[in-house]
Nanobody, 114 residues
Framework: QVQLVESGGELVQAGGSLRLSCAASGSINRITMGWFRQTPWKQREWVAT???????RYRDSVKGRFTASRDNTRNAVALQMEGLKPEDSAVYYC?????????WGRGTQVTVSS
């Protein structure tokens, strides 16, 4: 069982940047990791997947603005977010074990003001 803890969420102005981090309690070397987000009025949605080899895939609305990465030596993943928009406001969750997504953190709140 891998426990995940997100950090880095905060209030930021539109156009700004944030870097979210996710620390895992155990090795993630062989685990596909990902980021999801959720607002009170929408279902949780997939944001990015970081594969074991470091390759990443993104939902269309964040392509070119978000960059997901992983550091297996530190059992950590990150999500660098640039050009933030109000519609990016959500609780962001780190997840592991894709594509089944067995592991979840508790989330970190990102609020983008217009």
């Amino acid at each position: 069982q891998v426990q995940l803890v997100e950090s880095g969420g905060e209030l930021v102005q539109a156009g700004g940047s944030l870097r979210l981090s996710c620390a895992a309690s155990g090795s993630i070397n062989r685990i596909t990791m990902g980021w999801f987000r959720q607002t009170p009025w929408k279902q949780r949605e997939w944001v990015a997947t970081i594969f074991i080899d470091g390759a990443a895939r993104y939902r269309d609305s964040v392509k070119g603005r978000f960059t997901a990465s992983r550091d297996n030596t530190r059992n950590a993943v990150a999500l660098q977010m640039e050009g933030l928009k109000p519609e990016d406001s959500a609780v962001y969750y780190c997840s592991g074990g894709g594509p089944l997504w067995n592991y979840w953190g508790r989330g970190t709140q990102v609020t983008v003001s217009s």
